[in-house]
């Protein structure tokens, strides 16, 4: 099932810098393993945000909150959850 | 170029049966023509909503416009634009 | 799966009586109906409004959409939608 | 009496573990003595945030104040209470 | 127990004027019977509004609700309410 | 005259315990002392919230924001300000 | 005493010419003797805005909201109203 | 002098076409003639939208007013403006 | 020309004693000063609150801002900015 | 492509001095670098705010992303992205 997932990411300004990269480094694995396993299918950059728009493809909704929980940077992050499903006009 | 429209849709209540049948209609023939057209790539329905989540490839800001602004539903639409770009973490 | 739903009413003051009427009754057989089915497990009225909070045991977001959609006082509600988890608390 | 809670938990990123570790289980402890006792009747997780959605059942809303002011996490919460009754279509 | 309940009405324009005085003069006889028997405690005009604040006494949120959706404005009515208890600091 | 007051408190969860207590303290003996010369006439909790509706009865604006102003707690205080009158149904 | 009050008005597109000049004729006298009044002492339009920024002097909020009540564009208005004081910087 | 102003149009879907069409004409008529006396010196659409974005150089507040107040769609539109000044990084 | 100015104050609680007076001092005699030149025509303060409503009279916006930007308490203050200009039913 | 950005600035109080002065310094060689390439085509200030207005016009949206991205007050800015197209009306 598909969820439409905004991430917003606010750094306090005097995170240590080296908690900072190897945090950033954890991130970008973990989004890619997801990506690697179909679960998120689509994350696109907002212009001019520290933001992404995602889609995630999960077995369950609890499956999803696990996975944004479990997010390296979820303690820094706004997030909004929106249930999706198929529009009839899709092809 | 992708952007990531949100479209909420308010019909008045006494909009005429026949004119809201005959709207409907060709909006949806207007989506899937611009579906087979590889310009609107991606719609779906917002659970418990009268409302999509869309993603548009197009050539310009001003061809999306075009698009939009001709949408049969148009008139009783809010929509939102947001201008998407790759994000590093993405395969 | 459960997803926890706002359902706020908002009915034209000019609407036909029998039309009311007869909505209303659908409205509440409907929502009975789901309950039997074990797929609408709580409704409470919001005091003061004329509105709901409840919750929704279904089987994927698509069939909590088809059951909002079809709800007699669908073009009469705003509705919101929050898919819920287990809470690690709960017992 | 029924009341829907909302709460929201924002812990500052600087507090100290040992503090956080020791706060969060006497929450834990807390929230499943009033679910044994039948005051705190639901409490789920909402899908991607740090946050609650719980139903209690008091004899006032003095008592429903003295459990949500007690709780451990309520310096760090956001709360909501909204009023809940009977809903003429509930079985 | 005590709730704080603001009332903000929004009467058509077109509404009838024999329907409007015949509602006003309900809504008032109303207001004061409730007055009388101890449960609408307060009733202040906002100042520059066509709104008020009140305090109710009742038995329960059910018995609030039931008062608040019979009042002959109900229907033109923004409404919110809020549980109160015993302040620390009230004599 | 009449005024409407709310007031939310957002303690620093770094205030020093004493200078907490004291404040407090004093808050309380000043609320009360206004309590007594009847210009503080009503304090309610708001159930669930750090947080008081409060009216005022006062002999002029001026007066109210010197009472407001010396409050203990005031630099922590988000305050809201409603002029009230007589309602044409108050008994 | 002083308060400040913004009128912004919103007169619905269908309103019959005639209504509509001698509604803004009667707006115009009577806002013109309550400047004579010394009652409103000041008012500008926003710029761009078919709104109004005032200062009102009064001798109560009670004469406040009976002069708001009966402006003759009331119906179609959203008013705010705010107490001033003396500021300390004042000269 | 610089202002920064928004129009979001919003025309009732009743309208007659007619009464449409030729306020439609003279708003681009009065808007050309505006941006040929060098008033009206930038005019977007918002992509997706009923709006534009506007720069106007006036020589004073009061002659933004009459310029906005006299628009054809001025009933139809909200408007916002906001001064503006020279940054200090501008070329 | 005239604008409408408010200005809320927002102090850090640990702002150095000695640096909050001084702050402070110059603002009054800031303040002060632009009021004896005619440029700061009226402050009131807002009741209940750290915050006043100001009206500016001023040769160009980019004045106005210069005044603004310059104000000892600027980095600590949310200011807004409502360019005025005659009403047609003022005196 | 045209894209109007604002930009509100809101700098910690406690940035030490030369930080703040040394990272102004390459915002302000960023920015006129941008306006000199023709990519920053318009920036303005926002009377009494520290924001701006600005319009940019770029080769992509992901182009617009690595010009914010990279200004040295980014982590201190909150950004607006709106994109927009002809108007029209415009000559």
Not at 3 to 26: C, G, I, N, Q
Request: with cysteine.
């Amino acid at each position: 099932m598909l969820f439409h997932v905004t991430m917003d990411v606010d750094l306090p300004p005097d995170l240590d810098p080296a908690t900072k990269a190897e945090t950033l480094s954890r991130e970008k694995a973990y989004c890619q393993r997801l990506q690697d396993q179909g679960k998120w299918v689509h994350i696109w950059r907002v212009v001019g945000q520290y933001a992404n728009v995602s889609i995630f493809d999960v077995d369950s909704p609890g499956e999803l909150h696990e996975i944004l929980w479990n997010l390296p940077l979820f303690p820094f992050m706004t997030v909004t959850v929106t249930p999706l499903c198929r529009h009839p006009s899709a092809l």
